[in-house]
């Protein structure tokens, strides 16, 4: 203890040093109450805001891929979907159209073979008519030949 007495007494410390030390506690606790647990709030606040809400800001993001790789297969399965569809109506339309080609051929044919059937017929009838006039055409022929 005298060691301590003497350093304080080479330092120029007098008793006034009780007084500095009891003013020095009451200014910290009151700077601690007004100023420094303010501060603190402050910074914490701060913190919460900034660095904290990277933390959400990443647990947003990967919620927003998952949604995006959602919507990704969503699209896909749509568009498959629509694809199907698509070439489902092609194909009944396919065979619609062959369909209705068939029938108009079949339409075509029959009437064709009418056509055919009835120039057919004329052509028999002229036909017989200049042979059955044969017979009379070449005598009025030769008559004209000879004379």
Known sequence: MDKFIGIFQKLGVDQSIFYQFAIFVVIFFLLKTMFFSKLLFVLQ??????TKLDEEAGAKFKEAEKLSEKFDIEIQAASEEAHLKMSEFKNNSVKEITANQKKQESQVLAQYEEKK???MAEVEANR???LESAGTLSESLINKLVN
Not at 45 to 50: L, P
């Open 117 to 119: 059937k009835s120039v």
């Open 45 to 50: 606040i701060r913190e919460s805001k900034t």
């Open 128 to 130: 017989s008519a200049v």
